[in-house]
């Protein structure tokens, strides 16, 4: 049959280093950030991708932070890499200094594997360095090492200060060079380090191959960003699953120090492997099939700032000729989380509002569709029916509490850990937020939890809480206690109906980016609890006795 071959494609990983970056600090060197863009289906906006990690006082920064992408052969996929100054702790890019961008497709990247490209910058004539990208396709590997190290005696050729060591993880190439895959934090003011045990897929670290050559390096960490060597050892990773024990007792070894030293050096320290084993990668198909229920609640702010429901100017005004931005978001959402919710019920939840019938007490957490005993909706138009008639019923009022509705959730979710269930808390929102600190709480509090907390921005505030409370660049933390894992993302919906998108790919577009860490965010909850899928369902079917 015509055209049911599979389209050409292939998991492709990118490893960015720079060099000779712009200074733009005055007392110390650039701390160098890259940002990768893409541009969707169906629009010609950048939407920003991925970031690598931030790293301090350097001008040739070898970024540890793998970019994954599906390669598609019949699509161009255009790129953008844009290189930053980091400034301060905001997400924002627009608080940052820019030092220059390299634009290319995703095929130029995978037919040269290595690509080394001048970066650009029109408001400045002078040299901005370069970027050096090299991208290679990753096994079908599914499986990932856990491993921890630990540090004896290293050597310190200071007279008057301790070492902060740290370790460099570098995979063999077939052509002889090395890709960093790995760094682990320093170890502060110790001779005796212990690291942080880490995990990562095999893919990365040795290709999927057991017997793959993988140098470690040992440096002694130096806020200026001029590490000091201290040592170099090989291994693989079928060595390191030995575990403790003398195989795994690596001598640090110097050159330099060897050489000067000659006969009488043995080595600069010793590096012991803590613990080491590999385990199943299981990805969110896997647990789809093995049963798991996603449960997704949808909250709808009702309050004030929205402006009158009867004016055009309101975000709630019902247009029968153009839905308003809460319907759009909605059913772009909806329509997708819908396709995963298993019974097809959402409870829908509205805040900041005034309840009939005496309209004296505002409502942080009421049921949208009116039934104060049960809060179902049927699919997405009993959503969207649900949302018409509270609109009609309720007066919008304030403040905007976020608190009491992620509290809500993360009870049904703190009550349903066990991995059979995944929970979705979809908040529609103007963003004009009034309970911060207790959301960081609420939100600090359910990241251990089977929860995920997406938040559509809806109109054209200021939004700057709102990313806050995205950690995808710093954790999110209240009272000293930090998220134990990112839960939130949050996305302006006004960002896809600007530009040249095309309207009618705009829900789509929305769609795609507010659900794109779902999945690593199920597997993130998986992984910390252990949790396996369980085997995958079958479902019995009566087969036709006669298929003729």
């Known amino acids: 049959m015509a055209g049911t071959a599979a389209s050409p494609t292939s998991l492709v990983e990118i490893t960015i280093s720079c060099r000779n970056l712009r200074d733009t600090d005055v007392f110390s060197k650039s701390d160098p950030l890259c940002v990768v863009f893409y541009q969707p289906f169906g629009s010609r906006e950048w939407t920003e991708y991925k970031r690598t990690e931030c790293i301090d006082n350097t001008l040739n920064p070898d970024f540890a932070t793998k970019i994954s992408m599906t390669y598609h052969f019949e699509e161009q996929q255009h790129l953008k890499f844009k290189v930053f100054d980091v400034d301060s702790n905001s997400p924002s890019l627009d608080y940052h200094d820019y030092l220059g961008e390299f634009e290319c497709t995703l095929a130029q990247l995978v037919s040269s594997r290595t690509v080394q490209k001048p970066l650009q910058d029109p408001s400045h004539s002078g040299d901005n360095g370069y970027i050096i990208i ?115 007792t690596c001598w640090l070894i110097n050159e330099e120090r060897k050489r000067q030293k000659g006969s009488s050096y043995k080595n600069s320290g010793e590096v012991l492997v803590n613990k080491a084993h590999t385990r199943q990668v299981f990805s969110f198909i896997d647990y789809l099939k093995g049963g798991m229920e996603i449960n997704a609640f949808i909250a709808i702010d009702f309050t004030a700032s929205n402006g009158d429901p009867k004016s055009p100017q309101s975000l709630h005004f019902l247009n029968p ?194 659900l794109a860490e779902i999945p690593d965010q199920v597997i993130s909850y998986m992984k910390t609890n252990n949790i396996v899928p369980q085997a995958p369902k079958v479902l019995e079917a009566q087969l036709p006795s006669d298929l003729g």
């Not at 002694?220 to 040592?231: A, E, L, M, P, V």
């Not at 054209?460 to 009272?479: K, Q």
């Open 134 to 248: 090299t991208t290679e396709e990753l096994s079908s590997c599914k499986e990932e090492l856990v491993v921890q190290f630990v540090g004896k005696k290293l050597e310190n050729r200071s007279w008057f200060c301790s070492i902060s060591p740290f370790l460099e993880f570098y995979k063999a190439n077939e052509d002889g060079t090395f890709t960093l895959v790995h760094r682990t934090e320093p170890a502060r003011s110790t001779n005796d380090p212990v690291w942080k045990e880490f995990s990562i897929p095999l893919r990365t670290f040795c290709s999927g191959d057991y017997d793959r050559n993988v140098k470690v390096i040992c440096n002694n960490f130096k806020s200026n960003g001029n590490h000091k060597h201290i040592g170099t050892f090989h291994t693989t990773v079928r060595k390191l699953t030995e575990g403790p024990g003398a195989s795994n």
């Open 321 to 514: 000729a153009l839905p308003n931005q809460y319907v759009r978001a909605i059913t772009s959402v909806g329509e997708i989380i819908e396709d995963y919710d298993t019974d097809k019920f959402f409870p829908v939840l509205g805040f900041g509002a005034r309840m009939p019938p005496a309209f004296t007490s505002v409502s942080h957490e009421f049921f949208v569709n009116g039934d104060p005993t049960n809060p179902f909706c049927h699919r997405v138009q009993g959503v969207l029916e649900a949302y018409y008639s509270c609109l009609n019923r309720v007066q919008l009022y304030g403040p905007t509490n976020f608190a009491p509705i992620i509290n809500h959730v993360a009870r049904f979710a703190a009550s349903n850990t066990a991995g059979d269930k995944y929970f979705i808390l979809l908040i529609l929102t103007d963003g004009i937020i009034t309970d911060m600190p207790q959301t960081k709480e609420a939100i600090v509090n359910a990241s251990s939890l089977p929860l995920s907390i997406i938040i559509v921005g809806v109109g054209n505030a200021e939004f700057d809480n709102m990313e806050e409370l995205d950690g995808d660049v710093v954790r999110l933390s209240s009272n000293g206690r930090y998220a134990s894992r990112d839960i939130v993302q949050f996305v302006p919906f006004r960002d896809f109906l600007k530009g040249n998108g095309d309207p009618r790919t705009a829900r789509l577009r929305l769609a795609r980016e507010v």
